[in-house]
């Protein structure tokens, strides 16, 4: 039976497993926040030093509509089910379409007395690298033929995001050096040396965190200026800056509270 809520982890339907599973509720939940502050002078009030988003719970709540009698076959089933859900992947809601949450971490629950016919049980999934709810496909933008300029690239979504870039050499020569600018950042890459046909990838993995290649090597270390390539939502001019023309595309993948 398909039912009205369904949850996904890596494309696996829960409700696909077993027509005796009922889901019961699914809670997309919201990000965890940490706050710091101090008092402001005057004796009213404080001023916000530092924010960090830290993870995202998403829960959902199933039962098993099998006979308390039948304790063998509840076992089997609810084992089948935390073996669906013991994996690191991409989840998503059927009510929440075209938008998945990265899981790094579940937290299952106990079978507790399976002779309660009538028990809940509640899987905690968990986001720690990217705490949000992200679009299942990027936004993007593509300027040929150019050694320099800037592109308007339209980002989704409700909080800051990373922007990617690939950069390909259509020079026929080789260049050494490329920098961009997206939202107050920069990455400059010195003697990055692309050659002809190459390519150079900034990009972002489910961890959230920034690559930089050429081909199959990592030029991670060649970055200087700022930390990382990030901007907020709207509409985002990507500059950029090489010593021979290139086509370049940027994307940003719209996240979400």
């Known amino acids: 039976m398909i039912l009205s809520r369904r949850i996904a982890l890596d494309g696996v339907q829960l409700d696909e497993l077993d027509s005796r599973i009922v889901i019961r509720s699914i809670d997309p939940g919201l990000p965890k926040e940490s706050v710091s502050a101090v008092n402001r002078m005057g004796g009213v009030g404080q001023r916000v030093t530092a924010q960090h988003w830290e993870t995202l719970d998403v829960t959902v709540s199933f039962a098993m509509d099998i006979r308390k009698r039948e304790l063998a076959a509840r076992k ?31 937290i299952p629950p106990a079978s507790g007395d399976l002779w309660e016919w009538d028990a809940e049980y509640t899987i905690t999934f968990r986001a720690y690298n990217v705490p949000f709810w992200q679009d299942e496909a990027p936004s993007s933008a593509t300027m040929d033929g150019a050694a320099s300029g800037s592109i308007a690239l339209d980002v989704p979504g409700q909080m800051e995001t990373p922007v990617d870039a690939v950069f390909e050499n259509i020079s026929g020569k080789v260049i050494q050096d490329f920098s961009i600018s997206a939202g107050g950042k920069t990455l400059n890459l010195a003697g990055v040396n692309i050659p002809a046909d190459g390519v150079l990838r900034i990009s972002h993995g489910t961890d959230g965190l920034l690559r930089a290649t050429v081909g199959e090597t990592s030029v991670y270390g060649k970055i200087t200026g700022s930390d990382d390539l990030v901007c907020g939502p709207g509409s985002v001019t990507v500059s950029f800056t090489a010593t021979r023309a290139g086509k370049l595309t940027v994307s940003a993948t719209g996240r979400y509270k």
């Open 76 to 106: 089997a089933l609810f084992d089948l089910v935390m073996d669906w859900a013991d994996r690191k992947g991409w989840l998503t809601v059927n009510y929440i379409p075209g938008r998945r949450v990265y899981v790094d971490k579940v």
